[in-house]
């Protein structure tokens, strides 16, 4: 399935049907340093995605 | 799906350092109260006073501002126009609409019109880096707005992870007297204002979901002065702490303010300073003009330099992949 990340804004393909947070690990993010949001809603990184939901993992760290 | 510990509704999100997950409701309720203590543990706001928000188009700073609204205060914003090229452009359009949307009224001040330079210029000319040029000018415009606009208190979005970067910073190089002034509030006094920092109880990750949750647009994509930079590095490293042991940085920060600050307190107290010949604001020595009419002195008027310019070989790389290098700023 094709999430959307940001810092810089992209598109890259990871298998579904697994949580967010196994997901997120994968990509070598922490996951208390981002938020799920699933088809427009915020979701807990244990909800599973799966094709054909509209994910986007958000980076929430800022450096100013 | 996992369900919220307040209500039984699907959760839409997990907070580890409480060991539990919260509803919409919940999550929102859970916010306010941090914010209320915050308020309340540290005097920081009178029901009465007039306050002014530094609002940068950011999850942190918006969601303040929406939070002080809601909680009934008196909250005006203040945005400074940085002029660090299309993340400027951006984050002021994100911040007017949205305080049209709201009603709420922002004092915009551009830094090039009112003092003649942007931040990648003043960078450049001065050799500091941006990010010291970038918070030696916005605390000086604040204080100044605040004064010339009559506020009570300067109320600012820095938040739990933020705090907890900048105290690991100053343990690690045991900076006494940066350590001694690291506090949640900063009253008045030697000619500078009230300021405050209500969400130093609310996790970086609690302001995003909190954005989200009450339908904020902010700037997600990173200020490109930011990146790469050491503030950065000290809160990845406190994230991994956290994901092998929840709540580390929480605890850090939060046991830093019950048990620490009474001691540092008690230690001798930095001079009061004195005052800048050219703007009067507080100075290191009398005879010398302070930090930012330096800054402006050596600036001012300069040809403006593109973002990219200032930039080091690896954030330029990031840049380019975020902003694109075509129009070479
Ligand atoms: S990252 Fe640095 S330059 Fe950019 S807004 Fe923050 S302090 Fe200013
Ligand atoms: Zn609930
Ligand atoms: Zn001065």
Known sequence: MIV???????????????PARAILLELGFAPEAYIVICNGTLVPSDTILREPDSVELRPVISGG | MSK????????????????????????????????????????????EDRVLVAVSGGKDSLALWDMLVEEGYQADGLYIGLGIGEYSDESGAITRKFAADRQLKLIEIDIRDEHGFD??????????????????????????????????????????????????????????????????????????????????????????????????DYVVEECPMALGNKHLAYKDALNALDATSPGTKASFYLGFLDRMRPVLEQSAAIDAPSSCPTCGAPAATADQACAFCRLVDSASGHEPIPVRMVLNKKARKMFDAQWGSQDGN
């Open chain 1, 4 to 18: 959307r990340l940001r810092q810089p804004s992209r598109e890259v393909e990871v298998r579904g049907d697994r």
């Open chain 2, 119 to 216: 931040i990648p210029t003043a960078a450049g000319v001065t050799g500091r880096s941006p990010c010291s040029a970038c918070g030696l000018s916005k605390r000086h415009i604040f204080d100044e707005v605040a004064k010339r606009e009559g506020y009570d208190v300067l109320a600012t979005g820095h938040n739990l992870d933020d705090e907890a970067a900048v105290l690991f910073g100053n343990t690690l190089r045991w900076d006494v007297e940066y350590l001694r002034r690291q506090a949640p509030v900063l009253s008045a006094g030697s000619g500078f204002g009230k300021k405050v920092k209500p969400l130093v109880r609310l996790t970086e990750r609690e302001m995003a979901a909190w954005c989200v949750v009450r339908g904020i």
């Open chain 2, 4 to 47: 919220c510990r307040s209500c039984g509704e699907p959760a839409v999100i997990d907070l580890p350092r409480h060991n539990a997950n919260f509803c919409s409701e919940h999550f929102i309720q859970l916010c306010r109260r941090q914010l209320s203590k915050a308020i309340s543990d540290f005097d920081m706001l009178k029901p």
